[in-house]
């Protein structure tokens, strides 16, 4: 594909996220620039809008910082290269679709056999500290608003997490900063995807979506190759009006 127009191609993305983002099947693109890296809806999306990727993903990875030290592999952490200060200045599009693993550590429970090691509270939406759900939100898009002014900085809305609270979160912080999401929990613009956590949506509809989304229901309720090809279309048209 060339520009022809595409107010995507050759642009750069910084990729916020954690195992939903990096994928884990273990499947390849087999032809292209992204030819050999995951099979996952940012080098999809990459892939055939010729953008530049800054992969600020990994499996695993939490918004916020747990204050007692004991894990570090968190987007607020400033000892690590995956520090948010360290997306590039150059960068055209900013996407954070986190929340999965600051929920598994709210209680300290693995849920997708990542590092449960230190507690994340919640906290409240006027919170000012990374050592809380709401403070990481709060203190890093202060800091890309005025250090990123003209990036385009959109919020992904994490499915997968372990209660609605953490959904109602990313969109209460959205709506603060007047930030554009996209729901991935389902909404009037967005299909339901794996482990939505919208109550509107019945639990049979809920279950219907694993059995087609999931890598290995239900030992690996992660999405699955289709779901990756199936959502890097939509998060390819809210990146297009961003």
């Known amino acids: ?12 993305w910084a990729v916020c996220g954690d195992s939903f983002t990096a994928g884990v099947t273990g499947t390849v693109i087999k032809e292209g620039i992204y030819k050999g890296y995951s099979y996952a809806y940012p080098y999809l999306i990459g892939e055939r809008n010729h953008m530049e990727i800054y992969p600020f993903f990994m499996g695993g990875r939490t918004l916020a910082l747990p204050e007692d030290g004991t894990f570090h592999n968190s987007l607020s952490d400033p000892e690590q290269e995956w520090y948010y200060r360290n997306i590039p200045d150059d960068t055209d599009y900013i996407t954070i679709y986190l929340g999965i693993n600051d929920s598994h550590h709210e209680h300290g429970k693995g849920g997708d056999g990542e590092d449960p090691r230190g507690i994340i509270p919640l906290g409240e939406i006027t919170d000012e500290t990374v050592h809380t759900y709401y403070g ?49 929990n389902g909404d009037r613009f967005t299909p339901a995807m794996i482990r939505s956590q919208n109550p509107a949506i019945p639990e049979s509809v809920k279950h219907m979506i694993k059995l087609k989304q999931a890598v290995d229901y239900p030992a690996n309720t992660h999405p699955n190759d289709a779901a990756h090809e199936f959502e890097s279309y939509f998060i390819e048209n809210f990146l297009r009006r961003i």
């Open 1 to 12: 594909m060339d520009y022809n127009g595409n107010i995507l191609y050759g642009k750069k």
């Open 136 to 184: 990481a939100w709060n203190l890093m898009l202060t800091w890309l608003i005025e250090h990123r002014p003209f990036a385009h900085i959109g919020i992904i809305v994490s499915n997968g997490c372990d209660r609605e609270a953490y959904r109602n979160a990313q969109i209460e912080i959205a709506e603060k900063y007047g930030i554009p999401y996209i729901d991935m």
